[in-house]
């Protein structure tokens, strides 16, 4: 009786019309392949950033730090570019202030005193203290500049392609702006980079 109904079942398993496997939506596309596309990119056009007046000249280095790369052609033209940078840049003026404070004390103390089993008049005592303290506290107060980047690659037709967020409060020779366009090309440059070993090992 069972090896009348395993056969049944899988009768009917075979006579059930198998279902096409879906293909995966955009959303559900692995790293690697949105990744590859960096490939096929050839220009780049740097949109406008947010971020107030100091975006303005963020863009500027971003552009001449893209340009060193040698990874795409950077264009003033929108309609001739494959992806555009968009995002937001920001160059902070804060004062970061810190506090010390130094302590200086010494005590002494010096006592002396008799038998108690004695009587009062034989009974004597002594004592001594000196204390002396001082401290001293020094506030020291540095103006610092920190500027942040966040920034994204996007397609033609709206795919973030990649994306990065920096930020710096300066380099030994460069300021903090000039360090955070930097560390954006490179960050580019190492994911673009891996993208073509990627394809090579594909």
């Known amino acids: 009786m069972r090896t009348l109904l ?6 009917a398993l075979a006579a059930a019309p198998q279902s096409a496997p879906q293909a995966a939506s955009p959303a559900q596309l692995p790293v690697e392949d949105t990744l590859l596309r960096l490939l096929d990119i050839r220009r780049v056009y740097v949109d406008r950033l947010g971020g107030g007046d100091a975006a303005i ?6 552009i001449h730090s893209l340009q060193t790369t040698r990874l ?17 840049a920001e160059d902070l003026i804060f004062t970061d202030t810190s506090s010390m404070s130094e302590s200086l004390s010494a005590r002494a103390a010096v006592g002396t005193g008799s038998n108690p089993d004695r009587t009062v008049a034989d009974r004597r005592s002594r004592s ?10 020094s506030r020291v107060a540095e103006r610092k500049h920190e500027a942040v980047a966040a920034v994204r690659l996007v397609s033609r037709d ?7 967020t920096q930020e710096s ?3 030994k020779f460069l300021g903090a702006s000039a360090d955070v ?4 090309a490179k960050q580019l440059l190492k994911d673009y980079q ?7 090992n594909n």
């Open 72 to 88: 795409f052609v950077i264009t003033e033209n929108e309609e001739k570019a494959d992806a555009f940078l968009r995002g937001s």
């Open 181 to 184: 366009a930097q560390k954006v």
């Open 6 to 11: 395993s056969l049944l079942a899988a009768a």
């Open 194 to 200: 891996a993208a073509k070993k990627l394809r090579a």
């Open 169 to 171: 409060l300066g380099a």
């Open 158 to 164: 709206g795919d973030v392609l990649w994306s990065t």
């Open 128 to 137: 001594a203290s000196v204390s002396v303290g001082e401290q001293e506290t």
């Open 57 to 62: 000249q963020i863009r500027d280095m971003i």
